[in-house]
C-alpha cells in the first residue's frame, strides 16, 4: 500500500520559529508563566533538600579548579583529587565562582540554590527544542512534563554531575535541531552557540561528545540523501565537505570550551579526554550490594533488564506511555518519509531526537555497564525523552481539532490539568524527596520500598536528622538545653552537623574510650535501617507507607552494652588478681571469658566463670569437686603412687581413687604368674 501523499507528523515539525500561529501565544505566555512558577517554588524550597553523597567531594573539586586558574597553573592538586579528575569539572567550577559571590551562604545551600537556577534553565532549554519542533503547545507540553516529572525534578537542587550534564545536554540538542532545520546554510551565530553548550555538557562529562556523533551522522545522512536525489556523488561529496569542515570548527570549540574547567585533560587535550571516555564506560570505583526486583545483587551483575525496570517504574505512567506510543510511530514515519525530498530536514531532527534518547541506555545495555542509583545516570535522556511524549500530543490535539474545531483544545487543557494536578499531588507528599517516585504499575513508593533502591543519595537524612532533634526537645524538654546527644548511622557527621543544634555531635567525638552513640539514623541503602532492630524508633521518614530513613532511640541497648562490658572488665580484673596472687587454681583466659559472655549472656561472677571453664577444660570428671574432696582424692592417689605405681596407673582411668587395701590386693591379682625355666603352657 503506498503512503499518502502527506505526513501528519512530518509537516507539523520544523515551523517557523518567529511565528506564533493562533492560540500559539497563548501557549508561549502559559509558559513563560511556567517558567516564573517553577523559579518561584524552587528559590522558596531549595533549602528543603540534603547533602547527598556527590556534592562534598564536587565542591572540593570545583575549588582545586579555581585554585588551579588562581594560582597560574601552579596548584595542580586537581589533578589527583579522588576520582573526579577523571571528569570535566565545568559546574564545579562555576560552583566555586558563585559560591565565592554568595558568600557568606554556606556552601551547600549556593551549592543547591545554582542548582535550581541551572534546573530551571533546563526547563527553558526542554521548552526551546520541543518549540522549535513542533511549536509552542508542544513546547509548553514538553515543559510542562518535565517539570512534573518527580525524578527530575527532585534531582535538580543536589545532584552536581547528572542534573547539569542534561541540562547542556538538551540545550546542545536544541541547537542541533536549529541548525538540521537550516541545512545547508547554517548561520554562523547557530554554530557558536552550538558550540558552547555541546562544550559545555561535555565540561561536565565527558559523555558529551556522543553529541557530536549524532550532529556527524546527521550531515553524513543529508549529504548521502542529496547525492541521491541528483544521483551525483560529487554532489554528495560537496554537500558533505561544505557542512563538515563547519561541523569541524564547532567540534574544535566545543572541545576548548570543555578543557577550560578540566585541568587534568589540559595536559593532553586529546589523549586524556578518550582515555576518560573508555574508563567511564566501564566505571568500577564503586562495589556495592542494591536491592533489585526483590532480591540483592551486586552493581557489577546487573542484567539487561536493570534500566528498562527503573524507566518503567519512575517514569509517570502517562508519559511512558506517550514516549512508547510516540516511538514506534516516529521510527514508522523516518521509514517511510526520509527519502522524500521535502522531509529530509523534518526526519532527519526527528531521527536525532530518537537518537539522542535510545542509543546512550541502549549502548550502556549492549556493553553489560556498571550500574546503580536507578536510571540516575541518565537523566539526560528524560528531557529529549519529554519532548518526543510532546510531540506525539501535539499531533493528536491537531488531528482532534480538525474534526471538533477548538473544543479540541480545551479537552487538550483539561487533559494535562489532570495529568499535572495527579503528579503535583504525589509530589508535593514526597516533597522534598520527590526523586524516590514510583508510578502506580509497582504501587507507588510503597511498593517499590525493599524491591528497589529509593533514597539511593542520602537526601532523606536532613529530614531524619531535624526528626531527631525534635523527638528528643519533645520527650526531654526539661534537660534538652543541658544535653549533648551522640549519633551514629550511616551518614556523615559532617553533613548532619549542618542540619542539627550545637548539642547534637557524631559519636566519634564523644569522650572517653566508649564511643557509643545514643541515636542511630539508618536510611534504606545498604539495608542501614535494619540495624538496631529491638530499638524503639524514635522517627520516620515517611511517604506512601514506606520508611525511607528511620531515627532509632538506642539509649537503653547502649546502656545494656556498657554494663555488660563493665562487668567483663571486673571479671577480668578479678581473674587476674587471682592468678597474680596464687589463688586461683584455674588459669582463666580473658579471651575465653569474653566468648562466654558472647554464648551465655550478662558476665558470670568471677567464681562461677572459673567453674565453667575447668568443666570445659576436664569434660571427662565434669565441674571441679569441692575443694576438701579433692584434696583427700589428691592425698589417696599420692599414697597409692609411693607404695605401687601401677596402681596409681590402674585407678587414673577407672574414677575415684580406691583404698589403699583393695588397690594393693587387685594390683597383685593384675601381676602375672611367672612360669619354671623350661616348662611349656598348654
Avoid at 534538652?480 to 556523615?492: A, E, F, N, P, Q
Amino acid at each position: 500500500m503506498a503512503p499518502p501523499d502527506h505526513s501528519p507528523l512530518l509537516d507539523r515539525l520544523l515551523p517557523d520559529p518567529r511565528g506564533s500561529e493562533g492560540g500559539g501565544r497563548w501557549w508561549d505566555r502559559a509558559s513563560y508563566l511556567l517558567f516564573a512558577a517553577t523559579l518561584v517554588i524552587a528559590l522558596w524550597t531549595y533549602g528543603d533538600y540534603g547533602i547527598t553523597w556527590d556534592e562534598w567531594p564536587h565542591i572540593g573539586y570545583g575549588d582545586r579548579i579555581a585554585r588551579f586558574w588562581g594560582t597560574g597553573f601552579k596548584d595542580l592538586s586537581s589533578f589527583t583529587f579522588r576520582t573526579n579528575y577523571y571528569y570535566g569539572g565545568g559546574y564545579d567550577f562555576l560552583g566555586a565562582i558563585f559560591r565565592w559571590f554568595a558568600d557568606p551562604m554556606p556552601n551547600w545551600k549556593a551549592i543547591h540554590l545554582l542548582g535550581c537556577i541551572v534546573g530551571v534553565v533546563g526547563v527553558v532549554g526542554t521548552w526551546k527544542l520541543g518549540r522549535r519542533l513542533a511549536g509552542p503547545f508542544a513546547g509548553f507540553v514538553a515543559a510542562l512534563f518535565l517539570v512534573l516529572n518527580p525524578v527530575y525534578y527532585g534531582h535538580i537542587f543536589n545532584n552536581p554531575k547528572d542534573m547539569p550534564f542534561a541540562v547542556g545536554y538538551v540545550w546542545s540538542l536544541y541547537y542541533m535541531v536549529d541548525a538540521i532545520a537550516q541545512f545547508p546554510r547554517v548561520p554562523r551565530r547557530v554554530w557558536i552557540k552550538l558550540a558552547l553548550w555541546t562544550g559545555a555538557a561535555m565540561s561536565v562529562r565527558i559523555a558529551g561528545v556522543l553529541l557530536l556523533c549524532y550532529l556527524g551522522l546527521a550531515v553524513v545522512l543529508y549529504a548521502g540523501l542529496q547525492g541521491l536525489f541528483r544521483r551525483s556523488a560529487s554532489a554528495a561529496w560537496s554537500y558533505l565537505e561544505r557542512i563538515g569542515l563547519r561541523v569541524a570548527a564547532m567540534a574544535a570549540g566545543a572541545w576548548a570550551v570543555m578543557l577550560i574547567a578540566w585541568p587534568w585533560a589540559i595536559v593532553d587535550p586529546i589523549r586524556r579526554p578518550f582515555i576518560t571516555l573508555m574508563r567511564m564506560s566501564q566505571y568500577n570505583e564503586h562495589k556495592r550490594r542494591m536491592p533489585f526486583a526483590g532480591e540483592d545483587i551486586w552493581n557489577f551483575d546487573v542484567g539487561w533488564n536493570y534500566l528498562p525496570h527503573y524507566f518503567g517504574y519512575q517514569l509517570p505512567e502517562v508519559l511512558l506511555a506517550l514516549f512508547l506510543l510516540g516511538t514506534v510511530y516516529g521510527v514508522a514515519v523516518v521509514l517511510r518519509r526520509i527519502r522524500e525530498p521535502r522531509y529530509v530536514l523534518p526526519a532527519l531532527a526527528l531521527l536525532t531526537l530518537g537518537i539522542s534518547i535510545w542509543m546512550p541506555p541502549l549502548y550502556a545495555i549492549y556493553k553489560g555497564s556498571i550500574l546503580y542509583d536507578g536510571y540516575r545516570h541518565f537523566l539526560f535522556v528524560v528531557p529529549p525523552l519529554t519532548v518526543l511524549a510532546a510531540l506525539l500530543v501535539d499531533l493528536s490535539v491537531a488531528g482532534l481539532a480538525r474534526r471538533i474545531g477548538r473544543t479540541a483544545w480545551v479537552l487538550a487543557a483539561l487533559f494535562l490539568a489532570l495529568v499535572g494536578g495527579d503528579l503535583l499531588r504525589t509530589m508535593i507528599i514526597l516533597h522534598p524527596h520527590e526523586y524516590v517516585y514510583f508510578n502506580r504499575l509497582i504501587g507507588g513508593v510503597g511498593g517499590a520500598h525493599g524491591q528497589y533502591d529509593t533514597d539511593y543519595y542520602g537526601n532523606t537524612f536532613k529530614e531524619a536528622a531535624e526528626g531527631m532533634a525534635d523527638y528528643a526537645w519533645r520527650t526531654e524538654p526539661e534537660t534538652y538545653l543541658d544535653t549533648i546527644y551522640y549519633y551514629s548511622g550511616c551518614v556523615s557527621s559532617g553533613s548532619a552537623n549542618r542540619y542539627l543544634p550545637p548539642n547534637f555531635r557524631g559519636h566519634k567525638t564523644r569522650p572517653g574510650k566508649s564511643k557509643h552513640a545514643d541515636f542511630y539514623l539508618g536510611y534504606t541503602r545498604g539495608h542501614c535501617d535494619r540495624k538496631y532492630g529491638n530499638a524503639p524508633i524514635a522517627y520516620s521518614v515517611n511517604r506512601f507507607g514506606a520508611d525511607l530513613n528511620l531515627v532509632k532511640d538506642i539509649r537503653a541497648l547502649e546502656a545494656a552494652k556498657l554494663e555488660r562490658e563493665t562487668k567483663m572488665a571486673e571479671m577480668r580484673a578479678t581473674a587476674k588478681a587471682a592468678r597474680e596472687s596464687g589463688d586461683d587454681p584455674v588459669t582463666i583466659d580473658p579471651k575465653r571469658l569474653g566468648k562466654l559472655d558472647r554464648e551465655m549472656g550478662p558476665a558470670l561472677p568471677p567464681a562461677l566463670a572459673a567453674e565453667r571453664v575447668m568443666a570445659e577444660r576436664n569434660p571427662e570428671y565434669g565441674p571441679p569437686l569441692p575443694p576438701a574432696l579433692a584434696a583427700e582424692r589428691a592425698a589417696k592417689r599420692a599414697t597409692l603412687e609411693g607404695s605401687d605405681s601401677g596402681a596409681g596407673t590402674i585407678g587414673t582411668p577407672m574414677g575415684p581413687a580406691l583404698s589403699p587395701e583393695l588397690a594393693a590386693e587387685r594390683a597383685q591379682t593384675a601381676k602375672p604368674s611367672k612360669s619354671p625355666a623350661g616348662s611349656s603352657q598348654q
